[in-house]
Each structure stands twice: as C-alpha cells, then as structure tokens.
C-alpha cells in the first residue's frame, strides 16, 4: 500500500524525520515529515524495535553529551548532523547483526531521530494530517480521533508511567515551556507543541498519567477555504470580511471542537498585512506571527508560577492575560485579538474590546448561542475583583459589535459525519431588558425548511459602514442564503 496506512500502528516505523534520506543513509535537510520520500517513492511500512531504538538514542545522548563537554559553542545544526551520522553509524552495526532490509534500516534511523529530537512514539500520530485528537490514557494506551469522527485504538508510546511522564516533560523543553514540568508536586501541564498542536495532561490525581493532544488540522485556512469546506457560504464569507475590514469588534462562540479558532484564524487573514495588532493567548494557537502573511504582529503568551507563591499569594512568575493586556496597550497597536478565553482572563478581553480602537476578536466556549451573555458574567464573577453581572453585562454590550456562533452536529454514531458550520450571527444593539445585551438576529439556522448553517435575516444597524468597506447588501436580500440544498444530515427534518 503507498503513502500512509489507514491507520497507523506505534509499531510501524514513523514516518521520516524532516530530513530525507541521502545514499549514504544519514537525514539531509529536504521536504516535510511524510511517509513518502521526497522524489514520490513510497516508504514502505516496516515494524521498528522499538527496544533497540531507544538503546541506540541513549548511547548516541550519550555521546553527544560528551561531544558539548569538549565544544559548548557547537551550533544546533553541527551538533544534529554529527548526532544524524552516529545514529547512522550505530543502525549500520545492528543491521550487520540482524540481516535487516534496507526498509529496515531506514525505520530503525528514523525512529531513533524520532526519540532524540522529535516527539519519540507519538511522532507519527503528530504527522497523520487526519488525527484530531491523540487520546493518551497512561504509557500503554492511545486513541486517534479522526476528524471524520472515527476513533481507533492504538498501542503504548512509552514502557511506563516514568517514561511517559520523562516524554511529556521533553515536549514542553522541545516547545520552549522552560518553566512548565509535570509531577506529583505540579501534576498537571497545558502547552501548545511545535507544530501548534495544544497539549493538557494530569498526573498524579488518579491512577495513571492522562493527557490529550488537540491537533490544528487546518491550520492556516482563510475565509474562502472555509466556503469549501461548508463552514460558511459565500454570502456570509463577505460579511464576515466586510466586518473584520470595518472593525467591528468580535466575539467568536461555539462548542468544544466546533472550529472557532479555525474561524478566528481566517479571519485575521482580512486583515491588511501591514496591520500592527497583538494576539495574547495562555498557548499560542493563531500562529499569526508566523503564517508568512502579517508583518507586523506582537504575539504575546501568558506563563504559568513556578509552584511557589509570593507575598501576596498569588504565584511566582506567573503572567496573566489580564497583565499583558497593559504593556500591550502601550505597543502602538491597531487591533488586539484575545484568543481563547476560559476563566478570570474575561477581563482583559473586555478591556481589549472598549479600549477604543474597534476591529478586535475574541473567542469563547459556550454550548448554545442564548447562553454566551450568562457564560461571560460567570467568567467575570471568577475573576479576582469578583465582577458584577450588570458590569459583564454592560461591558459586553459596548464593547462587541458581533458575536458569531460556530455549532457542530456529530452524527458519526449513526454512520455520518461531523458538520461544523456557523449557524448564527448576532448584533449587539445596547443594553435591553433586565440590564441584558439586547441582540438582532442578522443570520440565524433556515431551520423552517431543514438547514442548520446561518442564512440572511436582516440587516445590521451598522449596513453603511459595511457598505464602505465594498459589501454589496443586497446579499442579504437571499433567504436561503448561497446553499445549494439543506445541510445533509442523517437525522432532521423531512428525515
């Protein structure tokens, strides 16, 4: 079979390390992780010892111990290659021994470059482009999530609960989370990987190491992408585009998984490229420092205490978002985006919104759309001040123009597909009954003749300023939007 399996198995040998094999055997510098070699050869899929892989990487550690003993100022690149030649050297004497194939070989090479300078067992499930999730509950047990909905069960990425632990440690140093470790003292570790892959893990609270990977499956898509792929139709494509142009300031709600930093990210690509604004996050998932498209970008990551307290008692080294917010301010910037927003740091995505410049975005979980104003005041009420519901309140409605909501229908259970669509969006009109934000519908679910996604209701208060930054109106004269036919479900109406 070519390219990758349907699903790949920990004992298969992971797929080539960012390097491609030269004559010789030794990693070059060419081409992206993939199961096929960079002139299109397939690269057959063989089992890999994994024993005998991590003899080889701790002897080849251990050499390059000594080798930074005698020239501490090797570069990085230097320090690889020779690394690349020893695993090299070291694969060719076993594979005397062992009268493996040269497959074998080469899977032998890249699941020691995989140990030593990747994510080791869990390399090929972090290049699988279709796993969603990596679900790992202790050292001898992982689901894959696929992002059709499927979930398959796949064998240990570690011999034991040390080892995996040593493993989680290694991808938060790989990572550049110097301060983040995991034990019983701190059992628990949020960080986003290299890849922009976020991780969360928990030990010592229960009876093994649990943790889960949330993978960015499509990472750099822009709003004509999310046409294709069915999240949003045309018509709501301008919209959203006209808003963003007008700065307008805009919350992105939704469920878990449903796609609303996927949303966030492709709408910062309606940004002029010149345009300075910060993305502050507690792990970066917006990768809008590093996308090749904006220039001018400040990106700023909170960072977790080091476990102890100061005087006040509030951890050392910690930097919240609500503290960034402030020297963020000062950076002569356009636009703030605030990215997902979980607890107390509701404030500083609040104080981002009213601080007078429009054109800022935010996210939000939150399980329905009627729900996102009490979700925003129980934030606020974690929050250190202990915030009023009438400030939440009143906050939100000067401070947001829109509020998008991103819904998924999961109907693998019954043999379909994960959808993930916008179904609504809100304006904020003002402050309406009992002190509450009070909202117009401008697209809600068709759901009277079948469709959940968002189709025209009605136009915003705010239609010249959309008119100024070239939104043809008229679009939302289309009640059934730009769909073709009905979201096609499995279970709905006529069904």
Not at 135 to 142: L, R
Not at 290 to 311: C, F, M, P, T, W
Not at 368 to 379: M, N, T, V
Request: with cysteine; aromatic share 6%; hydrophobic share 35%.
């Amino acid at each position: 079979m070519h390219g990758r399996p349907l699903h790949p198995d920990p004992s298969v040998a992971p797929p080539p390390p960012t390097r491609v094999p030269h004559s010789n055997g030794t990693p070059s510098s060419a081409g992206a992780a993939s199961n096929t070699h960079a002139l299109g050869v397939a690269v057959p899929q063989v089992t890999v010892d994994y024993k005998v892989a991590r003899d080889i990487a701790s002897q080849v550690a251990k050499q390059r111990e000594e080798l930074l003993k005698t020239k501490p100022d090797m570069d990085l690149a230097s320090e690889e290659q020779r690394c690349l030649n020893w695993i090299a050297e070291a694969v060719a004497l076993w594979s005397d021994a062992q009268a493996m194939t040269p497959q074998e070989d080469e899977a032998l090479r890249r699941a020691v470059y995989d140990l030593l300078f990747r994510a080791g067992r869990l390399q090929p499930y972090l290049d699988d482009d279709r796993v969603e999730d990596i679900i790992i509950q202790g050292p001898h047990e992982v689901w894959l999530d696929y992002g059709d909905g499927e979930r398959r069960k796949v064998g240990p990425i570690a011999e034991s609960e040390e080892e995996l632990l040593e493993l989680l440690r290694e991808l938060a140093r790989g990572s550049g989370h110097n301060e983040r470790t995991i034990s019983t003292a701190n059992p628990t570790l949020a960080l986003s990987l290299q890849d922009g892959s976020r991780l969360q893990a928990i030990t010592g609270l229960g009876p093994m190491t649990y943790a889960v990977i949330r993978r960015h499956r499509v990472s750099h898509a822009d709003l004509d992408d999310l046409v294709r792929l069915g999240t949003i139709d045309p018509i709501l494509r301008e919209f959203l585009g006209a808003c963003v142009r007008a700065e307008k300031n805009i919350m992105i709600a939704g469920k878990q998984k449903a796609g609303k930093t996927t949303l966030l990210r492709a709408m910062l690509k309606e940004f002029d490229p010149e345009t300075r604004f910060a993305t502050i996050q507690t792990e970066d998932e917006l990768f809008a420092h590093a996308n090749g498209y904006h220039r001018q970008v400040v990106s700023l990551i909170g960072r977790e205490s080091n476990g102890e307290k100061d005087v006040t008692g509030r951890g050392a080294g910690e930097v919240t978002l609500l503290d960034l917010m402030h020297p963020a301010l000062r950076m002569s910037l356009e636009r703030i985006v605030v990215g997902e927003v979980r607890g107390p740091e509701v404030v500083a995505m609040m104080q981002a919104l009213t601080n007078g410049s429009g054109g800022n975005l935010c996210t939000i979980h939150a399980r329905r759309p009627d729900i996102i104003f009490d979700r925003i005041a129980e934030l606020y009420a974690l929050a250190q001040e202990n915030l009023s519901e009438q400030l939440a309140y009143r906050q939100t409605a000067n401070g947001l123009d829109f509020i998008v909501y991103v819904d998924m229908t999961d109907e693998t259970q019954i043999g379909g597909r994960r959808h993930r669509y916008v179904s609504h969006v809100l304006e904020l009109t003002g402050i309406g009954e009992n002190g509450r934000p009070a909202t117009n519908s401008i697209f809600s679910p068709g759901s009277e003749w079948g469709e959940l996604r968002a189709v025209p209701r009605m136009d915003p208060g705010c239609i010249d300023d959309l008119r100024r930054v070239g939104f043809d109106s008229s679009l939302l004269q289309q009640p059934y939007g730009a769909w073709s036919a009905p979201l096609p479900l499995q279970v709905g109406a006529g069904r």
